[in-house]
């Protein structure tokens, strides 16, 4: 028996699974994804670092685990929690179980637990911390004597030392915030040489490679906690073809001069309408953020919002009106699915070559 306890009080009681050990405690923000699969895209997903993710799928595990899924070779999830767990060991070339995978990879899973339940009260509240303890006590201890967390989530999931992915064509560089590894799939498969650098590489040293347009990667936590980031980015905004994608959608409205703002629950799932506001069409997409860009604050920073979304009106994605700059919120590599968005990086490239096609033009929705 083991217990995740939020900041606010409230117990939800499960059974262990994974890598417990036999006392302390795992800390971390308690969110919600909404997807009906992709469990092992979600728990190597660095955006996760520093959470405890709980899955409202009701059966998770049913397909074991599947090594050629995982978005990160490093895990900074800090717990999972689930209603029931499968084994999927007998599943079609699965390598292992997902409970295996925890146990290998040092991950604290509580399972049985009312995810339901769970999901409503963090719809009400709003997202909360919360700690796993195998003692009620130890978790509420905890509480009493938490202080600060300590360094941005950021400089713990990206790379350590810069990198580079061979390619025939053309160099392009991409900061690494926290970037799951279908980014660099997509960019790969047309045709960039990619060279890949940690969060804190200062704008010089990207420029001094010459790359044919810049690419910001998701990431975890706050974008407003980044400010020696954003001093990088303002040097680099007017000198290359960027794309943005989740945490480097809103760091370029930051370094713009507008503002983010943490939502009520955030948006974690596989299932989130977007409406392109040009041509009104519509996709499903995929999500894992908990900020957002404020629309208002865009007015005289150069960026404009070009995509909502159709469930609360956020701003899912800009384009600048004097550099060749785009930006989306959500996942356009589509792991996990949908991957009907996956046109954003077609526009990138349409950007790269100096062509500024409408959007009624490309079948993109950016």
Not at 69 to 80: D, F, N, T, Y
Not at 311 to 333: A, C, K, L, R
Not at 344 to 364: Q, Y
């Amino acid at each position: 028996m083991a217990y995740l306890i939020l900041r606010d009080g409230l117990v939800f009681e499960g059974e262990t699974f994974g890598a417990w050990p036999d006392q302390g405690v795992r800390a971390g923000e308690v969110v919600f994804n909404t997807s009906m699969s992709g469990y092992q895209e979600m728990i190597t997903d660095l955006s996760y670092a520093g959470q405890i993710l709980v899955l409202t799928q009701p059966q998770i595990g049913n397909y074991g685990w599947h090594d050629e899924e995982s978005e990160a070779e490093r895990i900074l999830l800090r717990g999972l929690v689930v209603r029931e767990l499968c084994g999927g060991e007998g599943s079609l070339h699965a390598d292992r179980s997902l409970a295996d995978f925890c146990c290998q990879r040092g991950i604290w899973g509580l399972k049985g637990v009312d995810t339901r339940a769970l999901t409503r009260h963090i719809r009400r509240y709003g997202t909360l911390p919360g700690v796993l303890a195998k003692r009620a006590e130890e978790g509420l201890e905890y509480w009493r004597k938490a202080g600060s967390s300590g360094r941005h989530w950021v400089y713990r999931a990206c790379i350590r030392e810069e990198y580079e992915i061979p390619g025939p064509g053309e160099l392009l560089a991409v900061l690494d915030f926290g970037a799951k590894r279908n980014i660099l799939r997509e960019l790969s498969r047309r045709g960039f040489r990619i060279k890949v650098f940690p969060a804190w590489t200062e704008a010089g040293e990207i420029l001094d490679c010459h790359p044919a347009g810049l690419v910001l990667t998701n990431g975890p936590g706050d974008p407003g906690e980044l400010p020696e980031i954003a001093r990088n980015l303002r040097v680099l905004l007017p000198r290359l073809p960027i794309l943005g994608i989740c945490l480097g959608h809103q760091l370029l409205a930051l370094v713009a001069g507008g503002k983010t703002y943490k939502l009520p629950f955030g948006h974690r799932g596989a299932n989130h309408p977007v409406q392109d506001l040009r041509t009104l069409k519509t996709t499903m997409t995929s999500q894992n953020h908990g900020y957002a860009v404020e629309e208002g604050s865009l007015r005289g920073t150069g960026f404009r919002a070009v995509l909502k979304n159709l469930n609360d009106g956020t701003v899912e994605g800009m384009e600048h009106e004097d550099y060749p700059i785009i930006s989306v919120q959500y996942h356009p590599e589509g792991a996990p699915g949908p991957e009907e968005n996956r046109d954003v990086f077609e526009r990138f490239v349409e950007l790269l070559n100096g062509r500024r096609c409408s959007p009624e033009a490309s079948s993109s929705t950016i």
